[in-house]
T-cell receptor, first 110, second 114 residues
C-alpha cells in the first residue's frame, strides 16, 4: 500500500539555521503531497500542497518541491525562527484517503 | 474561515464508562474524520464519514463507534472506556475528490480514562 516516510523524528536547530526535513513516499500514479504543521496544543493545519511533478509548494517561508523521480517532497526553510517550533507532518492523498508520515518535531535551541 | 469545533476539550472518565466526543463543522464538507494522537504514534485514523448517515472504519476502529446524524455533526463514542483509550482526539473535515487530504482540524479533545 501507499506510505510516507519521514526519517527524522526530531530536529534541533538554532535560530537562523537552514532547515531540511526529509519526506519520501511510495505510491502509484500521481498522489497529491502535503505538509501539515502542528503547534503545541493545536490541531494540525495545512502548510501547503503540490499535485504535479516539479510543482513547488510554499507558505510562511517554507517550501517543498514534488519530485516524482526520487519520490520525495522535502521541506526546507532558509532561516528558522523560534516561532517555527512545531511538529511537521508529510502526507499524501490518492483522492481516496490521506496517508500520514510519522511527524518530525522541530526544536529551536535557545 | 473554516471552522471545526470539538467538545468537550477535556474529559476525565472512569473505566467502563461511556464517553461521547462531539464535533461540529461549518465548512459544509462532506467528509469528516476522527483521529487519535499519542506520543510515538503520530495521527491514527479511527473512523470517518462521507456524509450524513455514513460511517466507515479507519485503521484502529476497535473499541470505538461513530455517528454522523447530519452534515455538520460527527460523534465518536466509547461505549466502555478503557485506560488504553487515554489520548488526544482530533476531529477534521474535508472535501473529496481532488481536495481529498486538505483537512481542517479541531483543537483536540484530551481524554483521560482512570
Amino acid at each position: 500500500g501507499d506510505s510516507v516516510t519521514q526519517t527524522e523524528g526530531q530536529v534541533a536547530l538554532s535560530e537562523e539555521d537552514f532547515l531540511t526535513i526529509h519526506c519520501n513516499y511510495s505510491a502509484s500514479g500521481y498522489p497529491t503531497l502535503f505538509w501539515y504543521v502542528q503547534y503545541p496544543g493545536e490541531g494540525p493545519q495545512l502548510l501547503f500542497r503540490a499535485s504535479r511533478d516539479k510543482e513547488k509548494g510554499s507558505s510562511r517561508g517554507f517550501e517543498a518541491t514534488y519530485d516524482k523521480g526520487t519520490t520525495s517532497f522535502h521541506l526546507r526553510k532558509a532561516s528558522v525562527q523560534e516561532s517555527d517550533s512545531a511538529v511537521y507532518y508529510c502526507a499524501l492523498s490518492d483522492n481516496y484517503q490521506l496517508i500520514w508520515g510519522s511527524g518530525t518535531k522541530l526544536i529551536i535551541k535557545p | 474561515e473554516a471552522a471545526v469545533t470539538q467538545s468537550p476539550r477535556n474529559k476525565v472518565a472512569v473505566t467502563g464508562g461511556k464517553v461521547t466526543l462531539s464535533c461540529n463543522q461549518t465548512n459544509n464538507h462532506n467528509n469528516m474524520y476522527w483521529y487519535r494522537q499519542d506520543t510515538g504514534h503520530g495521527l491514527r485514523l479511527i473512523h470517518y464519514s462521507y456524509g450524513a448517515g455514513s460511517t466507515e472504519k479507519g485503521d484502529i476502529p476497535d473499541g470505538y463507534k461513530a455517528s454522523r446524524p447530519s452534515q455538520e455533526n460527527f460523534s465518536l463514542i466509547l461505549e466502555l472506556a478503557t485506560p488504553s483509550q487515554t489520548s488526544v482526539y482530533f476531529c477534521a473535515s474535508g472535501g473529496g475528490g481532488p481536495n481529498t487530504g486538505q483537512l481542517y482540524f479541531g483543537e483536540g479533545s484530551k481524554l483521560t480514562v482512570l
